[in-house]
């Protein structure tokens, strides 16, 4: 249900604004990738996902680090909880804090909306593909949650938590340059720390949430590039210039014409 509670805050939050050429179109397709993405998590997941793992002994490096990095039973849930609370407080809640600040709302909100669609789109396939079986099943520290017992590799929590931290630091550090290292600092240490307590709270292994972070700030650095890139070169050509000079003379006479 996040997804969906997601995209009735993004869309509240849009308000009309035609400096920043953002058509009905654009809104409309943005609409329907999270809608996507929606329907591939709450039908897709649970049903697609095999009943059975396909991957379910973990590779030596997983078992080491799982035996340095997991917090132990007493301690796991509370790893849990709080990666669900940094996931939600922080990450999610991104959606709209990051386009609040920013200096260009509407884009902004565009961008992450693209952004969280593709990452959980791309996160929910290859967790469906691989069917990987979780650390806490696989060693009997927690009850069986169905289908979420299959869906380890890769993070969720990580890539989520890096895709919107790293959008978010792009954005950001364009509204506020003299603020740029402390705003990744931030952003990225509250997405490591998140990858981190899904260890700890045995619900991934070691390479889980190092492929979800990776893959996850790889979608945002494409995506958000590419837009940016595009809302630029849209800001740029909003106008045209035309000036005719009469030859001799010092006499101009200069024309600007809105094209947006």
Known sequence: MRIFFTCLILFALVQPNHSQQISAKEWIVTGSELGLALGVELFGKPYLTPDEPRFSNPNSFDRLMRNK?????????????????????????????????????????????????????????????????????????????GSKDFTSFYSGHSSVAFSQAVANAMILSRSYPEHDSMIWSTLLSAAGLTAYLRIAGDMHYFSDVITGAAMGSLVALTVTRIELNRFDKANNDTSALFKYQGTGSNFMVSFKIPLG
Do not use: C
């Open 69 to 145: 990095l997991w917090s132990g039973l007493e301690n796991q849930d509370n790893a849990r909880v709080w990666s669900d609370r940094l996931i939600y407080g922080v990450s999610m809640s991104s959606l709209v804090w990051g386009p609040l600040l920013a200096n260009n709302t509407n884009e902004a909100i565009l961008i992450n909306a693209r952004v969280f669609a593709a990452n959980s789109l791309l996160t929910n396939i290859v967790k469906m593909s691989a069917a990987r079986e979780r650390p806490y099943h696989h060693f009997n520290t927690r009850p069986s949650e």
